[in-house]
């Protein structure tokens, strides 16, 4: 069973497009990361977010923590070839002293 | 500011054979952390060291897979014997610990085929 499930599994648009990916568990996480994987690398973080409700912003990319702190949303504005990768969330508690990952999101921006 | 490295960054081994991966983390970082990702799947925790302690190895198949951290700075994981499930990107990551220890630096990783 996963502990954190992300939606969609895939997904491929057209450069210029927005759009929004999930990350949803039934446990409360003290902090949430958004993590970018791109082939032959490591995940690269992205955002970190910590209170429920929080929404930060990292030029096109908009992350949101949900209020209860158990899910999460990353919304891209007209999303760029460039933003190709598997988007992956990571749920901890503790302040990092456990983490989980969540299967990703594999996201293909057509130009 | 030098990111973590990790080599070989490709190995392809016999399933029963043996094999050994290295990480060197960021300069200062006192965490350390062992992953294997699954084509397919993000990535699972095996190890966490805090400095040359271990924290968490719940996740880790002691029977095959060790892992050690001496003088808390490099780390090398090793699997013995090696077996064709095993078949994975094993990725290093260090943070500076304490309430920073979401902030995880990855290298690149190193991918392990076992046929």
Redesign the interface.
């Known amino acids: 069973t996963q502990l954190l499930e992300q939606s969609p599994q895939f997904l491929s648009i057209q450069e210029g497009e927005n759009l929004t990916v999930y990350c949803n568990s039934s446990s409360v996480f003290s902090s949430l990361q958004w993590y970018r994987q791109e082939p032959g690398e490591g995940p690269v973080l992205l955002v970190t977010v910590v209170t429920g409700g929080e929404v930060k912003k990292l030029k096109r990319l908009t992350f949101q923590f949900g209020d209860a702190r158990k899910d999460s949303s990353l919304h891209i504005t007209a999303a760029q070839p460039g933003d190709t990768g598997l988007y992956l969330c990571a749920g901890g508690w503790n302040y990092g002293q456990n983490f989980v990952f969540g299967p990703g999101t594999r996201l293909s921006v057509l130009p | 500011e030098a990111g ?1 490295a990790q080599s070989p960054r490709y190995k392809i081994i016999e399933k029963r054979q043996s094999v050994a991966f290295w990480c060197n983390p960021i300069s200062g970082h006192a ?1 350390l ?1 062992w ?1 294997q990702q699954i084509l ?6 095996l190890i ?1 060291f805090q400095n040359n302690g271990v ?2 190895d719940s996740q880790l198949p002691k029977d095959r897979f060790s892992a050690e951290r001496l003088k808390g700075v490099d780390s090398t994981l090793k699997i013995q014997p090696a077996k064709l499930e095993d078949s994975a990107v094993y ?1 290093c ?1 260090s ?1 500076l ?13 190193t991918r392990l085929t076992v046929t």
């Not at chain 2, 397919?40 to 925790?45: A, S, V």
């Not at chain 2, 610990?97 to 990783?109: A, H, I, L, T, V």
């Open positions: 973590v965490t952390y992953y397919g799947q993000g990535p699972k925790l966490q924290v968490d990725l990551a943070s610990g304490g309430r920073r220890s979401y902030e995880q630096y990855f290298g690149p990783g």
